[in-house]
Structures are given as structure tokens and as C-alpha cells.
């Protein structure tokens, strides 16, 4: 749309009437604002990222910027309220709905309790992460995303990396260190 606009601005006015051309031309404007005002905001967000330790430290995870950064931290703070990242990935809801009868456990879709704003910005981060194949080996994911991948559809794929990321997360902010992929190839 952005690279056809000034094609549409200028085509004549028997094929389209001057009024249309003004109110594209008035959409495309508000259009520039909406996306120098997120410019704007993502940059105040950047800054205020890297001036908190937390958040500075949960960038250095994969797929994670300053807006997830910044959210995770205004969420959970330091993390204190979570004993292990597992507990984390359940409350964002990030783990499947578990239905037990007698000695079967059934596994269904992920429950979607908690925080719905994170839970998607975890999810977008692991999509992130799985559209650059050349960085899985370099943050030490590679072995677990190729082995996920034979196993799980891409769509539950990304939810699982989702659940990985948040726990990781909850490690990095938990443990007041950055992450580190040496130590998650060991593990």
C-alpha cells in the first residue's frame, strides 16, 4: 500500500473523483502520524528499557526487545511471585489445559489464563526467533528447534518456544543474570 499510494494520488480524475484523491490523501497523513507517533512511543520505551537492570538483562534472550522487556517487568517485577519459570509459563498460559482420568493425562490446547498482553508478545518473540534459522545456533536453540520441528506442527511449535522463552525469562530476571546460551546447551 505505502510503495501504490503515490501511484493512486496521481491518477487522473476520470478514474478517480477528486473528492477520493483528497480523502485518500487525508487516510494516508493520519496514516504517517499513527506511525510517527509509535516510532515516538517505541523509542521512549527503548530508552526506558535500557535505563532498568531487568529489562536490560531480559533483552539479552532471544526474541525479546525492550516492549516485551518492559512488560515482563512491569508485570511480574522481579519475579519473586513465581518459584520456577514453570510456574511463569503456567500463568502466562503458555502450557496445555491437562484433563486426567483414572491413569490417562490428556493434553489439550494451551490454557490462555493470565496475562493475555505478554502471552502474545511471547508468542510473537518465539515466531521471531523460528523465522531466523541462522541465529538458533548462536543462542544454543538449534538442537531443541530441529528436534521440536520433527515432532510438532509449526503453530504448536512456536507456542512451545513461547513457553521456553517465558521460562527463560523468568530465569534471567529471577537469577539477575544474562542470558547465557553455553549454559542452555549444557542443560
Given at each position: 500500500m505505502r510503495?501504490e499510494?503515490?501511484h493512486i494520488l496521481?491518477t487522473?480524475p476520470?478514474?478517480?473523483s477528486?473528492?477520493?484523491?483528497?480523502l485518500i490523501?487525508?487516510?494516508?497523513?493520519d496514516w504517517?502520524?499513527?506511525d510517527?507517533?509509535i516510532?515516538q512511543l517505541?523509542?521512549?520505551?527503548a530508552?526506558l528499557?535500557r535505563?532498568?537492570?531487568?529489562?536490560?538483562?531480559?533483552?539479552s534472550v532471544?526474541g525479546i526487545?525492550?516492549?516485551?522487556s518492559s512488560?515482563?517487568?512491569?508485570?511480574?517485577?522481579?519475579g519473586?511471585a513465581?518459584s520456577?519459570?514453570r510456574?511463569?509459563?503456567a500463568?502466562l498460559?503458555l502450557?496445555?489445559k491437562?484433563m486426567?482420568?483414572g491413569?490417562?493425562?490428556?493434553?489439550?490446547?494451551i490454557s490462555k489464563?493470565?496475562?493475555?498482553?505478554l502471552?502474545?508478545l511471547?508468542?510473537?518473540?518465539a515466531?521471531?526467533?523460528?523465522?531466523?534459522p541462522?541465529?538458533?545456533?548462536?543462542?544454543?536453540l538449534k538442537?531443541?528447534?530441529?528436534?521440536?520441528?520433527k515432532r510438532?506442527h509449526?503453530?504448536?511449535?512456536?507456542?512451545?518456544?513461547a513457553?521456553?522463552?517465558?521460562?527463560?525469562a523468568?530465569?534471567?530476571?529471577a537469577?539477575?543474570?544474562t542470558?547465557?546460551a553455553?549454559?542452555l546447551?549444557?542443560?
Amino acid at each position: 500500500m505505502r510503495a501504490e499510494l503515490p501511484h493512486i494520488l496521481a491518477t487522473p480524475p476520470d478514474v478517480l473523483s477528486p473528492r477520493i484523491v483528497r480523502l485518500i490523501s487525508d487516510l494516508a497523513e493520519d496514516w504517517r502520524r499513527l506511525d510517527d507517533r509509535i516510532d515516538q512511543l517505541s523509542s521512549e520505551i527503548a530508552v526506558l528499557a535500557r535505563q532498568d537492570a531487568g529489562c536490560e538483562r531480559l533483552m539479552s534472550v532471544p526474541g525479546i526487545g525492550p516492549i516485551i522487556s518492559s512488560a515482563m517487568v512491569a508485570a511480574i517485577g522481579t519475579g519473586d511471585a513465581f518459584s520456577k519459570g514453570r510456574d511463569f509459563a503456567a500463568w502466562l498460559g503458555l502450557v496445555p489445559k491437562q484433563m486426567s482420568t483414572g491413569d490417562r493425562t490428556i493434553l489439550g490446547k494451551i490454557s490462555k489464563r493470565g496475562n493475555r498482553y505478554l502471552r502474545v508478545l511471547f508468542v510473537q518473540a518465539a515466531w521471531v526467533v523460528l523465522i531466523k534459522p541462522m541465529s538458533w545456533d548462536r543462542h544454543g536453540l538449534k538442537r531443541w528447534i530441529e528436534a521440536a520441528k520433527k515432532r510438532l506442527h509449526r503453530n504448536v511449535l512456536a507456542i512451545a518456544l513461547a513457553n521456553k522463552l517465558a521460562r527463560i525469562a523468568w530465569g534471567v530476571l529471577a537469577g539477575g543474570r544474562t542470558f547465557e546460551a553455553n549454559k542452555l546447551q549444557a542443560a
